[in-house]
């Protein structure tokens, strides 16, 4: 029986610059993929100074979602930068909301998975981390209702990515995973086209996507994950 994928992360490029590669392939292997994101990401770069960046991002993460063959996707509406306890309080109840709604219409045994961010947050961003709690909240709490909640996939980069170091550039960000810390490698490569078009939907981050692809090259497509069951 083909797995339902949930997909929850803080910002509308976040899966995209991050674990498209594997939610196009598990999507290519038969899974039902929705997509969930925290905010509209509208205060994020805007190099076009654009009136409505939400509005455009938005967009962006739709046309996204259709190279990925997402079935639904799902905007919970929290404000981009202001993510706190309360909010990932608040999200959790709206995600619960949002799988129980997507269980409802299929087998009761088939099997529900989430991908989110280490709980790090990846570049320390306050909102990934939000995000990646509110994931964990949901899958735990549905696991103790009896729902068939199989794992949780946290998608974390490794140290030979980052170095030893950590950055305090901007907010800080610790150094990747360790070889023995990352329970899961899905090389995705042979999909490299298709996930540099998903990235570059993202038209109003060409500059964060541009960054990634030069790089990483082909090995943007390989992801790592952290597993929790």
Known sequence: MHKILIGIFAHPDDEAFGPSGTLLHEVKNGAELHLITLTAGENGRNPDSLPDLAKVRLDEWRKAGQF??????????????????????????????????????????????????D???????????????????????????????????????????????????????????????????VDNREYFDEVKSIMLAHHTQREDCQTHLNSLKERVAINHFIVVE
């Open 119 to 185: 709980l790090n947050g990846i570049t320390g961003h306050i909102d990934h981390i939000v995000a990646s709690r509110a994931a964990h909240q949901t899958f735990f709490k549905l696991k103790d209702q009896g729902y068939p909640m199989t794992k949780l996939r946290l998608a974390c980069i490794p140290r030979s990515q980052t170095g030893d170091k950590p950055l305090t550039d901007f907010v800080f960000m610790e150094p990747g995973r360790l070889d023995s810390e990352i329970d899961e490698i």
């Open 68 to 117: 990925m063959g997402a079935s639904s996707m799902h905007h919970l509406g929290f404000i981009d930068g202001e993510l706190d306890n309360l909010s990932m309080i608040e999200a959790s109840k709206k995600i619960e909301k949002i799988i129980k709604d997507i269980a409802a219409t299929n087998d009761s045994s088939r099997p529900i998975e989430i991908i989110s961010t």
